[in-house]
Structure formats: structure tokens, C-alpha cells
């Protein structure tokens, strides 16, 4: 096939994928505008703020940005901490915590941070939306069932439900029922929209069969009204606390959109762009934030039916967003009449591939991380989305600074005749060196662990048992070190220089040997005393020097 041909053939494709897609994102963007407590149209102006921004200035090829489940989430907690005021005050405050989240994404752009990625591991990002995904659930149930929503959190609101079970509307939830039954049997069809037909098909319902006379609600009229653009007007007390609040949002928004974006690159071999994205994110939620919208972000579910859909290139999300228009232009009237049971299942839908227990089975099956997944996930349902995160990331933080803080000190020796030197403990043909002592810190050396493993290496050198003439510490591990490091190598060096012995610390980077030829000057110039190297080289010719460097007695 020829370039042109195989052009126009993507082209197309991206034309269908657009139209595919767009079946997905405007029932998403209403039913995740709901989860925020927010009206419709915050999430429809969300949708074209992302899908144009970041078609026009983002990378990734298949990245669908528009408000995602989790940031609905945790704007509607971020909101709830904030002081109560007019219907017209908290959307500004709304419009200013997006249009924040979306400064300091800029800001990350001009610093150059795009690769400082992972934010938050793995695992508390992965048990944070296994239990965000609990919590979104059961807050849709009061519309499902038509009951008036317990106040409180979730301890209080599974109680406060089934204390109403008397008041539940039967046909709400079988509403519900039937739409989320076809929901996930359409599922295994990408390319039909099936949540647009689905919501189609709900707007049937709620024009024919009267359903708020029988206590099914409808979404309501929606008003998409394009005014002029905003900064909100707010005092700097609130602009303090909001930015507090942005940051903590602009970490889950770039956690799941990076790990979504890098997922698919990975998956096709496409180039990664960190910065770019940040800007084209950063970009996106400051329009967002000034058309008083939801923010935004690269959402997996979105972003994965995008690729399915058969989308080559970012005309894909663009071509969505014209359809959106177009539909809202027309239809806009009729999705007023979508039952909330039916909007409460597109959102159960769209979350519910985060409640698979086989993302969370290798923390359990290797043994690593189990406190962090299940931290993450109690957190957010005994203590909130924010808070919750919070929590998990605090614990993640604290395990980190407890394993780095442990001494961890190997003795090394000679494997066989080969250059290598390797842990005695772990190979039983290597053998130690007569009258040498080998020492490798397995742990990079900073301010937290710096006395306690280099009194750990005192302690091995005074309980070498036999001649000892050379010490040798292989500091490979630590790439730079601070002045609490730097100073407890001086101390160690002083006192192997005082007990007569040879001392060659090995495999230096350059920023930590530049740093230990200024602080230990005086003894590098000493003349007549026990020899100290400083080697960037390997352990064994660390051996050779010291070697040639201390004389034989």
C-alpha cells in the first residue's frame, strides 16, 4: 500500500474510532459530572476542554482526556472539606481548585519534571482505585433505589440504606439491572457505543413509560451555556486552600494519566513525552477551570476503547469531540429525559473494571506490598478519598524510610580465579581474602542509615578475627551522598587509619568521589600513614591498588 493510501486509510479510522468513542464519553461525562455532585454540563464542557487541548498539544495517540471517576471523586471530597456558601460561590471555588490543579501541572512542565513520574507506587495507586471504585458504587445506589442519600460517610451510609430498605423503589433498581446487564454484554463489542445506546434506550424509557410517576427520577434539563471565560474572584485564604487541595488532586490526576498513557505506548512501541503531556494536561484543566468544568485527566477506560476502536492518531479524540458537539446541538434536549437508575449504571460500568482482584493477586502472590494495597483501600472507605490517599501514601513513605533505615552490609570475597567478588553468605565457592576485609553497603547512604551502617562496618572490622592489614568499601549503591554520609565516612576512615589499616572506598560515582576528595583532603595528603584510595573502578582493582599502595610488613 501506498503513503498516501495508508494515510487516508488511518484517517479513516480515526474517523471511526471518533465515532465509536463518542458513544463512551458523553454518558461518562454526565454520570461522572453527577459523582462530583456537579451539573451535567460541567463534565460536557470538561470533555471538550480535554479533547481539544490535548489533541493539539499532547503525544500519545490514543489518550482520551476528559473527567475520569477518580477525579470526579476526589473533587466532590475536596469540595466537601471546603466551608459552605451560595451555589454560585462553590462553583467558583470549584472553577479555582481546576484551574490550580492545572497551574501546577504547568509548573511541572517549566521545571522539567515530566520525569519524575511515580508519584505514588503502584500499589497504593492500585488499591486506591479498587477502593474508590467501592465507594463510587455505593454512593450511586440512593438514586438507584430512590431514596434520600444517608449523611456521612461510608460507615454511616450502608447502615443509613438498609435502615430505608422499606423506601426502596424496586423498579429503579431493575432499571438499573437491565442497563447494566446490557452494558457489559456489549462490552465484548468495541466498536458499538454501548453506552449510547444504552442511555438511548433509557431516554426511550423515560419518554414512554412515566417513569417519575412510578419514583424513577430523570437526569433533568441541561444547560450548556458558553460564556466568557472566568477567573474566579476569591479571597487569599481560599486560594491557599485550595492550592493545598490542587496538589493533592494534580498527583492523582498525573498518576493515572501517565500510568494510562505509558501503558499503551509500552504496549506499541510509541515514544514517551512526559513534559509534553504535562503541558497538554496542565493546558487542558486551566480551560477546564475557566469554563468553571471538571478537571480532566487520561483515563484508562477511555483511553483503552480508544485504542480498540482502531485509533492511529490523536484525530481520533478530536473527531469525538466534533460528534459530542453535534449531538449536544441536537439531542441535548432528550438526555434530560435519561433515568438517573440508567446513569447510575454507565458510571457502575465504567468503573467497574478497577474492582478486578487479579490487579491486586501478584502484590499477595509475591509477597511484596500487601500492607500498602490493603492501607490504600481501607483508607479511602473508613476515611475518605483524600484522606484516605493520604494515609496510603504516608504508610508507603514510612515503610520506605524503615527499609532504607536498616543497615544492610555485605562481606564480600573472591569467586574461584575470576575478578569477581560477591557475597560470602550467598556463594559457598567464594572464598575471603587473607589480611583484607571487603565491606559493601547494600542500601544507598544518606542521612537516615549513615551512623548506623558505618558503626555496623566498625563493628565488623574490630571482629575480624585473624591479620588484618586492608578494608575495603564498595559504595556502588549511592550515587551521591549528603553531609550526614559524608561526615560519618570521615569518621570511618579516621578510625581504620588509626587502627593502621589500608582503606580504599570503590565503585564511586562522580558526584560522591568529587565530593570525598574535598572532605578527606587532609588524609589523602598525609604522608607516612596507612594508604586511602579512592577508586571508581571495581572492587577488584580496588584490591590492586590497595595492594600496591600498603607496603609489606
Known sequence: ?????????????????????????????????????LAPQAGILALFAGLLCYGVLGTSRFAIVSATSSSAAVLAAAMASLAGGTAGHRLMLMAGLVILTGGFFLLAWVA???????????????????????????????????????????????????????????RGAALCGAALLL??????????????????????????????????????????????????????????????????????????????????ALKHGDPVAPERDLLALGAANVVAGLLQAMPVGAGYSATSANEAAGATSRLAGLVAAAVVGLIVLTLLPLVALTPVPVLAAVVIHAVSHTLNPVALRPYFAWRRDRLLVLAAIAGVLLF???????????????????????????VLGRLGDSHDYVKLALHRDARAQPALLILRLDEPLFFVNAERS????????????????????????????????????????????????GLALA?????????????????????????LLLSELSVAEAVRLLAAATPEK
Not at 440512593?142 to 424496586?170: C, E, F, K, S, T
Open 1 to 37: 500500500m501506498s503513503a498516501p493510501a495508508a494515510t487516508q486509510t488511518n484517517r479513516w479510522q480515526d474517523v471511526s474510532a471518533g465515532l465509536s468513542i463518542a458513544g463512551l464519553l458523553l454518558p461518562e461525562a454526565v454520570a461522572y459530572a453527577s459523582i462530583g455532585n
Open 112 to 170: 522539567r519534571l515530566g520525569s519524575v513520574t511515580q508519584f505514588i507506587a503502584k500499589p497504593v495507586l492500585r488499591g486506591f482505585s479498587f477502593g474508590l471504585a467501592i465507594v463510587i458504587i455505593v454512593k450511586q445506589l440512593p438514586g438507584v433505589l430512590g431514596v434520600q442519600p444517608p449523611q456521612g460517610d461510608m460507615l454511616h451510609l450502608v447502615p443509613g440504606l438498609l435502615a430505608r430498605a422499606g423506601q426502596w423503589n424496586g
Open 183 to 264: 452494558l457489559f454484554l456489549l462490552r465484548g463489542r468495541q466498536r458499538w457505543p454501548a453506552g449510547l445506546i444504552v442511555i438511548a434506550l433509557g431516554m426511550a424509557a423515560g419518554q414512554w413509560l412515566d417513569l417519575p410517576g412510578h419514583g424513577v427520577a430523570l437526569v433533568g434539563a441541561i444547560d450548556i451555556s458558553l460564556a466568557m471565560p472566568v477567573l474566579p474572584r476569591l479571597t487569599q485564604e481560599e486560594w491557599t486552600r485550595l492550592a493545598e487541595l490542587a496538589f493533592a488532586l494534580a498527583l492523582i490526576l498525573y498518576a493515572e494519566s501517565y500510568g494510562a498513557i505509558r501503558s499503551f
Open 384 to 410: 475518605g478519598v483524600l484522606d484516605g490517599l493520604l494515609v496510603a501514601i504516608a504508610i508507603s513513605l514510612l515503610l520506605m524510610l524503615r527499609r532504607l533505615s536498616r543497615p544492610g552490609m555485605s
Open 454 to 501: 558505618l558503626h555496623l562496618a566498625r563493628a565488623l572490622v574490630e571482629e575480624r578475627s585473624g591479620p588484618l592489614r586492608q578494608v575495603i568499601l564498595s559504595l556502588e549503591e549511592s550515587p551521591d551522598l549528603d553531609g550526614s554520609s559524608v561526615e560519618a565516612l570521615r569518621d570511618f576512615a579516621a578510625f581504620v587509619r588509626g587502627r593502621g589499616l
Open 507 to 531: 565503585r564511586l560515582k562522580e558526584p560522591a568521589c568529587t565530593v570525598l576528595q574535598l572532605a578527606l583532603q587532609d588524609m589523602l595528603a598525609a604522608e607516612g600513614g596507612p594508604a
